[in-house]
């Protein structure tokens, strides 16, 4: 007799097939959020009626975004023949010409595609091979492996391609601190920002034998140039699934909530969907796989806050409270969520346990540097030629990510700057850039991979208006809950202002370090305790403009203008 | 209160009511009753916060805690379209800022707020999560990437039911 994930693995397989097997072509279009800012939804509609109107048998369907942003919109054509062909930066009004010449006649547009990948190996007129492109070799893909193959919503797709075989595996053939132990042996550590040993983390929750015990997931994600948590969720959401109910498992949790914010609605209908159909396929719920374990799981949305995504602002949050963070201790593995045992999870931590549960913790510890396992997965935005997201192993350059993945400055000259995860970490100069992505360099430099966003400044960016820009951020999203962090972000950013109204003087440095200092020591949470970062590795990369601007040396109408600028301030009631 | 005025509020009420009742996940807060409520009639009037004490067997007072702390959240009925423009750092570094001037200037306003016909209502955002496409606005939370200060104000003007 077959068991029941045998019976979704057949399923799965026959769906596949029909998909990638059938004499139908399949039109994938790249959706997530990018793709939709790229305007990828009229991409869809327009390749939708070109299909119906030429008559043609081919599948259309939204899949998720590949990654290479920069595309977008992006379509790509399967023909029953294998081969498949990629187009980048697609009007609407070109899919009936796509459509009639490469599904109709079989002639794909090589002058507008931009690679091929498979077909019987005489390649496609003179396209390059997907995977020649540096952006695609270069890329170790673990927790975005799906990214542009699959269709979010379909949960067979999931399975189709190695999906769930983990969480079979982890039910019937591991007990749960088999599991906590192959996680801790893999070296996975935290990619939420503090880069804590996730095994380690599992290991504080699980001994506890209270009846109720909660997982959570953290997709709160505000840092601006950051976007692979709900990009994951958006994309390939049964990862995430799968990772949280595994984690659900290994430290005997009976509910997991995946927390979003509010407004972001494809990551929200994304988790939503995918965890419906968990629950439809007894993936979720009573008795999963026909086992004694159970496991619940629900979205939960927040209101916009920043801080929120602080681990136990995060827990006031779902409790439907004001996030703002509690003291600690007591820890969350002794009283976190409506004061049960509790865990907490970054995305991306959670997205990679599937895989390592897969494949063992021999094969992620061989990928990365001694210290850090794994990859990371860099968010590239600003003046880079090619923005996107990109997982790379642990252990590239800063400059290989930036020259090879990408293609090095869009606009100007050279790249001057960059802010590296998020707006509590800091920014880098040239000297930095040959430093290796790994936590522990990284935070050598003064700098931190943290949420994995990288933001890239040209020449032309001047450091105290993109240091206003952060600390205006981080004055706007303090909770308010302790005064050296609500009033010193307000302080801080005053002398901003000064500085950028050329109204600066020499003591406010020495009046910037000390409401520095006073964050940091006098704070409650990180947002406060790292507050000053972004200034303190802008002294040491870009100390003498710094220095510049508090000389009065600015003309009026130089840089900054007039030196007014309508960024929003303001403190929360 | 005229009795038109309390007849419109006790409608509204009842609106509110159902849609409280209405959601379907299992944990039900405060803070899920009100972006309940705001997704569905887009702003909290008095009505929500009150109809939420009483839902979630809360206070006012408590109620007003959460409401006021998420930026999110409303109190006055916004225009008939929402835009969102990011000033979030990456956004700033490839030109939000004169987004947001020739936004305000299409709208006829200063800073955050509807327009003086009352159409639009624009909103500051910290980042839209579209970064690798800014600068990104967005409309009722539609992304669009890739602005210039023209289409921008295009898109404002447009939204206003102006020709451009
Ligand atoms: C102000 C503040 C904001 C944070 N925001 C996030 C966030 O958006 N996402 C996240 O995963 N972690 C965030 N963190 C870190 C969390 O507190 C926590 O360390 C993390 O979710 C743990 O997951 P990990 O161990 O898998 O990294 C934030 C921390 C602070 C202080
Ligand atoms: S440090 Fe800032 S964000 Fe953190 S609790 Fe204090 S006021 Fe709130
Ligand atoms: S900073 Fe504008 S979308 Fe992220």
Redesign the pocket.
């Known amino acids: 007799m077959s068991t029941p994930f045998e019976d979704l693995q057949a399923r799965a397989a026959k769906r596949w097939s029909e998909l990638t097997e059938g004499e139908s072509a399949w039109i994938r279009v790249g959706g997530g959020t990018s793709g939709q800012a790229a305007g990828a939804d009229a991409v869809l509609e327009a390749f939708k009626s070109s299909v119906e109107s030429t008559g043609v048998n081919a599948n259309v369907s939204m899949v998720s975004a590949m990654g290479l942003m920069y595309l977008e919109p992006q379509v790509d054509i399967l023909m029953p023949n294998g081969a498949r062909v990629y187009y980048g930066n697609v009007e609407p009004e070109e899919a009936k010409a796509i459509v009639e010449q490469h599904v109709k006649e079989g002639k794909p547009l090589t002058e507008r595609a931009f690679a091929y990948s498979g077909g019987d190996g005489t390649g496609v007129g003179n396209l390059p091979e997907l995977q020649s492109m540096p952006m695609v070799s270069l890329q170790q893909r673990i927790a975005t492996r799906n990214f542009g193959d699959t269709d979010p919503h379909d949960l067979l797709q999931y399975v189709a391609n190695g999906g769930y075989t983990a969480l079979n595996r982890a039910l019937t053939e591991m007990t749960p601190a088999e599991i906590v132990d192959e996680v801790k042996a893999a070296g996975l550590r935290g990619r939420g920002g503090a880069a804590f040993p996730a095994g380690v983390k599992w290991s504080f929750l699980a001994p506890s034998d209270a009846p109720v015990k909660y997982v959570l997931c953290n997709c709160e994600e505000g840092d601006p140039g950051a976007f692979n948590d709900k990009g994951i969720i958006e994309n390939d959401p049964h990862t995430l699934v799968e990772g949280l109910i595994i984690n659900g498992y290994a430290t005997r949790s009976t509910h997991g909530y995946i927390f979003i914010r509010t407004g972001h609605e494809l990551p929200i209908e994304s988790a939503r969907k995918a965890i419906a159909a968990a629950y439809e396929a007894g993936l979720l719920g009573k008795n999963i796989l026909g086992t004694d374990f159970s496991f619940d799981m629900e979205v939960s949305l927040t209101g916009d806050s920043y ?1 929120a995504g ?1 681990e136990t602002a995060l827990m006031e949050a779902i409790e439907g409270k004001r996030s ?2 509690r003291f600690k201790p007591p820890f969350p593995a002794a009283a976190g969520l409506w004061q049960k045992p509790t865990n907490i999870n970054n995305v991306k931590t959670l997205a990679y346990v599937p895989e390592i549960v897969r494949n063992g913790s021999d094969w992620f510890k061989s990928i990365g540097t001694e210290t850090t396992s794994g990859t990371a997965i860099v968010c590239l935005s600003g003046h880079i030629t090619y923005p996107g997201m990109y997982e790379v192993p642990m252990g590239m350059t800063i400059r290989e990510v930036l020259e090879k993945v990408g293609g090095g400055v869009s606009v100007g000259e050279r790249i001057k700057v960059l802010q590296a995860g998020g707006p509590l970490n800091g920014l880098l100069g040239e000297d930095a850039f040959d430093t290796m992505i790994d936590f522990d360099a990284m935070s050598a430099a003064g700098a931190s991979i943290g949420s994995g966003g990288i933001i890239v400044g040209n020449e032309t960016v001047n450091v105290v208006d993109l240091l206003r820009s952060l600390i205006a951020f981080n004055q706007f999203e ?5 005064f ?3 009033l010193g972000n307000t302080h801080m950013l005053e002398i901003l202002d000064r500085m950028c109204q050329n109204k600066a003087k020499s003591a406010d440095l020495a009046l910037l370090e000390r409401v520095g200092t006073s964050m940091k020591a006098g ?7 790292l507050g000053f970062n972004p200034i303190a590795s802008a002294l040491k990369y870009f100390g003498d403009e710094i220095k510049s601007c508090l000389a009065g040396e600015i003309a009026p109408g130089g840089v900054f203008g007039d030196g007014t600028m309508i960024l929003p301030t303001r403190t929360r009631p | 209160m005229t009795t038109a005025e309390t007849e419109q509020s006790s409608k509204l009420r009842e609106q509110i009511r159902q849609v409280l009742n209405a959601q379907a996940q299992p944990t039900i807060t405060v803070l899920s009753s009100l972006i309940a409520v705001q997704d569905s009639i887009h702003y909290l009037p008095d009505e929500a916060i009150k109809e939420t004490a009483t839902f979630c067997g809360s206070t006012i007072n408590e109620v007003w805690s959460v409401a006021s702390f998420y930026t999110n959240f409303r109190f006055t009925k916004p225009g008939d379209k929402t835009l969102d423009v990011c000033w979030g750092p990456s956004c700033h570094l490839v030109g939000a800022q004169q987004i947001l001037d020739s936004v305000h200037a299409a709208l006829e306003i200063k800073e955050e707020g509807e327009s003086p016909d009352g159409k639009v209502t624009l909103k500051y955002n910290t980042c839209l999560g579209a970064c690798a496409q800014g600068p990104v606005i967005a409309i009722n939370h539609h992304l669009i990437g890739k602005q210039t200060p023209e289409s921008a104000a295009k898109i404002a003007r447009e939204l206003r039911g102006q020709s451009s």
């Open positions: 801080v602080e703002t963070p303090s909770c308010g809950k302790c050296p962090c609500r704070s409650l949470c990180g947002h406060g305790q």
